[in-house]
């Protein structure tokens, strides 16, 4: 593996943290301050240029909108019984089966690694904590591919494979498009659709590698 593959990884490992970050509960420091926009441009530059495009709409949309209409937004989308978007994967993913079935596929992932859901009030299936587990998982490649442990490496690099086409790409598509239905939030609008880019993109070139 060649240490271009580090970089990628260390700047992977990066934008799947803020992403998760821009789904959490919005902070005025964060959601609405240039700091986090700007390392997550530096970051995206390095992979595909459509991410980097999509990026940089993002951070537009800040000029524009100010933190409460965030807040709002967020509330009608991702909170509550009658969300817009509900932001975990069993509700667009458990149609027969019960939610324990799909919450335990879920956590079956979890606990081939020491990955621990440290985020009481947000469920195993969650957006966040699915994109903190990516984040996870390229973090201990990093680590491994360090300790020059390229059994490890593989291993969590399969996994992140196996996770994004087996789960996340199975539900996201439908997740961002509830976003793009039923908000008029550019930024999160523009956050959908970078998501769905990046994972998808991250599946394409897990395929072709």
């Not at 964060?30 to 980097?52: T, Y």
């Not at 100010?66 to 509330?75: G, K, T, V």
């Not at 149609?95 to 859901?117: A, E, R």
């Not at 587990?133 to 591919?145: C, G, K, N, R």
């Amino acid at each position: 593996m060649a240490s271009y593959d580090l970089s990628r990884l260390i700047v992977q490992a990066e934008c799947y943290n803020i992403l998760s970050q821009l789904f959490e509960k919005p902070e005025s420091g964060n959601h609405h301050g240039r700091r986090i926009f700007e390392k997550l441009l530096k970051n995206a530059g390095s992979l595909m240029p459509k991410e980097l495009q999509l990026v940089k709409k993002l951070r537009n949309t800040i000029r524009n909108i100010n933190f409460e209409e965030i807040e709002s937004a967020y509330s009608s989308l991702f909170e509550g019984d009658y969300a817009l978007a509900y932001p975990c994967s069993n509700f667009y993913l458990d149609q027969k089966d019960s939610t324990t079935v799909l919450q335990d596929c879920v956590q079956n992932f979890y606990q081939k690694t020491s990955f621990k859901n440290e985020t009481s009030n947000l469920s195993d299936d969650h957006i966040v904590i699915e994109l903190k587990f990516i984040h996870y998982l390229i973090q201990e490649s990093i680590m491994a591919f360090r300790a020059d442990n390229f059994e490890n490496v593989s291993f969590y690099s399969c996994l992140h494979c196996e996770f994004i086409k087996e789960h996340m790409i199975k539900w996201i598509p439908d997740f961002t498009r509830q976003i793009l239905n039923n908000s008029e939030s550019p930024f999160y609008l523009q956050l959908s659709i970078l998501t769905r880019t990046v994972l998808v993109n991250c599946k394409e070139q897990d395929i072709d590698s």
